[in-house]
């Protein structure tokens, strides 16, 4: 599975966009890229998937270049709630390899 | 259905007790997954079925550690000789082939 780096923290205040980019360099063929959000003390949640160009939905929006060796995840106007961890990951999207999750990056949102 | 259940939320154990950990999927998914997370780290996969059958198994998993899910349905996941190191968060989720995971809230672990 292709490796993804993202940072490790960022700060927003509330009302602002938040953009998080995630490299995936080696990211194959047939991989999808999804991000999960997590909550303290909840299990992950599916936010959005995509393949490339770009997919939104009412959470959030996902932007993949042509060369589909990054991501960048769109949180528009956060609010405090949206405080939380949001992991990136390559998914082959075969259902035959299970997930695998890096550090994630944890957003805070400042009111 | 409101999504996968995990029983206890919390459990406290002393070391060298045995736990076991339920999880039930959403029932129309065939594909059941155990994580195990700890403080500042990313879920870490630990096993996963397809129905009944257990597919693969992380190096993660030692001999003290085994998982079942009997009929397709529920799972349940045994720490035998708990040590301090199996203090964590286990979750549990279930997907559909092809589509996102669902994941249960957790049992977080305490070994005394």
């Known amino acids: 599975l292709a490796k993804t780096t993202q940072p490790i923290s960022m700060d927003s205040y509330e009302g602002q966009e938040v953009n998080i980019t995630c490299s995936h360099n080696n990211i194959a063929t047939n991989d999808y890229i999804t991000w999960y959000q997590q909550f303290p003390s909840q299990g992950p949640r599916f936010i959005i998937q995509g393949y490339k160009t770009k997919v939104t939905n009412e959470v959030a929006s996902l932007f993949i270049p042509a060369d589909r060796k990054s991501s960048t995840l769109s949180l528009p106007r956060v609010s405090l709630s949206d405080t939380a961890v949001y992991y990136c990951?390559?998914?082959?999207?075969?259902?035959?390899?299970?997930?695998?999750f890096g550090k994630g990056t944890r957003l805070s949102v400042i009111a | 259905d409101t999504g996968v259940s995990q029983d206890p939320r919390h459990k406290i154990t002393k070391r060298g007790q045995n736990v076991t950990f339920r999880c039930d999927p959403i029932?129309?998914?065939?594909?059941l997954y155990w994580y195990r997370q700890t403080l500042g780290q990313g879920p870490e996969f630990l096993t996963y079925?397809?129905?009944?059958?257990?597919?693969?198994k992380s190096r993660l998993l030692s001999d003290r550690f085994s998982a079942e899910r009997p009929k397709g349905s529920f799972s349940t996941l045994e720490i035998q000789r708990t040590e301090q190191g199996d203090s964590a968060m286990y979750l549990c989720?279930?997907?559909?082939?092809?589509?996102?995971?669902?994941f249960g809230s957790g049992t977080r672990l305490t070994v005394v």
């Open positions: 029932s129309e998914h065939n594909r």
């Open positions: 079925f397809q129905n009944e059958a257990q597919l693969e």
């Open positions: 990951l390559v998914d082959p999207n075969s259902g035959n390899t299970p997930l695998v």
């Open positions: 989720a279930s997907s559909l082939a092809l589509y996102g995971y669902t």
